[in-house]
């Protein structure tokens, strides 16, 4: 069982940056993928971003290439996404998720947050 809390979502202007963080509970962080995605209202959950069990590798969907980046520190049971340059179309709830697999299909995830707020004011 993996326990997923996330943080440091708000408001930020256009061009703005904020860090989001997720917290695990469980002594296993390091067995599983993290992923980041994203639900607009109106609109179904979105892949953003996703990093490999010992953070080797990254993914990222097209719309944030370059603009985010996925980090995770084991020894912290936390994963990161950095978002920079940020739009008013990137405005969503953002949640976590683990998942044994590295894998961008939100259904493949085993364990979710609740989810924070991002808004992106124009």
């Known amino acids: 069982q993996v326990q997923l809390v996330e943080t440091g979502g708000g408001l930020v202007q256009a061009g703005g940056s904020l860090r989001l963080s997720c917290a695990a509970s469980?002594?296993?962080?390091?067995?599983?993928?993290m992923g980041w995605f994203r639900q607009a209202p109106g609109k179904e959950r979105e892949f953003v971003a996703t990093i490999t069990r010992s953070g080797g590798s990254t993914y990222y969907a097209d719309s944030v290439k370059g603009r985010f980046t996925i980090s995770r520190d084991n020894a912290k049971k936390t994963v990161y996404l950095q978002m920079n340059s940020l739009k008013p179309e990137d405005t969503a709830v953002y949640y976590c998720?683990?998942?044994?697999?590295?894998?961008?299909?939100?259904?493949?995830?085993?364990?979710w947050g609740q989810g924070t707020q991002v808004t992106v004011s124009s």
């Open positions: 469980g002594r296993t962080f390091s067995r599983y993928a």
């Open positions: 998720a683990a998942n044994q697999v590295t894998t961008t299909r939100d259904t493949d995830y085993d364990y």
